[in-house]
């Protein structure tokens, strides 16, 4: 007959779990420890990195507004960029930033999240393996092929509708159409994820009040989503800010303050790629404000992170 050890032997409750604690805690685990200082080292080397841009960037500018025809106040405020004869007005360049992205989420948010709305309430498992990632395809051609799309392609299109004479060779429309396109994965993706998280006792729930499957999905599923559909929708914009060869491809060099978009116009990712690309002198002023618009454009991607983030947590949804 087995023996057993009486409390005596091994000791009280109260003893045991302190005992047991202590032999986990003296535990050495190396792989868990590698993993932890390669996540440290992750995170340190993107913390780095950024503070490095932002020193780079504020250094150079630093020395593009210590030129004496540069003045902060003008160049946030004036309407003309010539920096050949001393004009450093940026509100040309942001203009045109603003009009592509603009006609980009035109076509990214609807078509995006349409998209998402029929993958996660309409499709079928086989169907939306299969249509899932042929539509993130896209997101692997390189931007460069998007620019010559929109210029060889997008823009006859325009000038056989519209009429040649209104249409310019360069415009921002077309690449504005043409970068809704590259972003449309990633807004129908992001979309697509947050619609599936949404728990299946409210579609339930629903359903068994009598609501349709579209009525469902818009007036349940959607709203439920809405932080995520959120987030996906500002990064789509961060991404149209900062696209670079579409718009330098297709938008044209020569920065104008029109709010025309069948007429060419340059795009600050565009100007940047044009001068760093270009023979100018390392210390003339016109070299040194790509660095001021670059840092005006890390602002502006900023602070649509900031407010992403203060949106997510405004509508965020938690389930049990």
């Known amino acids: 007959m087995a023996e057993y050890a ?12 302190p005992n047991i604690r202590q032999q986990l805690t003296r535990k050495k685990r190396p792989g868990e420890m590698m993993i932890q200082v390669f996540l440290l080292l992750a995170g340190a080397v993107s ?12 250094k150079e500018s630093l020395l593009f507004f210590q030129t ?58 086989r169907v939306r393996k299969i249509l899932k990632p042929l539509l993130e395809i896209l997101a692997g051609i390189p931007t460069v092929v998007y620019g010559y799309f929109a210029l060889t392609f997008v823009t006859p299109i325009l000038r056989s509708i519209l009429g040649s004479d ?62 995520g559909i959120i987030a996906a929708v500002l990064l789509g914009i961060s991404r149209a800010i900062g696209e670079t060869m579409i718009v330098a491809i297709a938008a044209g060099s020569g920065p104008a303050f029109t709010f025309n978009p069948l007429k060419s116009a ?42 992403s983030r203060k949106l997510v947590v405004r509508f965020r949804e938690v389930y049990e």
């Open 68 to 125: 004496p025809e540069v003045r902060l106040w003008d160049f946030l405020t004036g309407t003309r960029w010539s920096p050949t004869i001393g004009s450093f007005g940026v509100l040309p360049l942001v203009n045109a930033t603003l009009m592509t992205t603009i006609f980009a989420m035109v076509v990214a948010i609807p078509l995006g999240l349409a998209s998402a709305i029929y993958l996660s309430e309409y499709a079928s498992i």
């Open 166 to 227: 209104t249409v310019q060779i360069y415009n921002t429309l077309s690449a504005g159409l043409v970068m809704g396109i590259m972003i449309l994965p990633l807004i129908s993706s992001m979309s697509e994820d947050a619609l599936s998280a949404v728990p299946r006792s409210l579609r339930e729930a629903a359903y068994g009040l009598g609501a349709t499957r579209l009525e469902t999905s818009i007036k349940v599923v959607l709203p439920a989503a809405l932080s």
């Open 266 to 307: 340059e795009t600050m990712t565009g100007y940047i790629a044009r001068i760093s690309g270009g023979d100018l002198s390392y210390d003339s002023a016109d070299y040194n404000s790509i660095f001021a618009i670059g840092l005006l454009l890390f602002v502006i991607t900023l602070g649509l992170n900031f407010l």
């Open 6 to 17: 009486t409390t005596s032997q091994i000791g009280s409750k109260d003893q045991l779990e």
């Open 47 to 58: 913390i780095l990195t950024t503070v490095g841009i932002v020193f780079e960037l504020g």
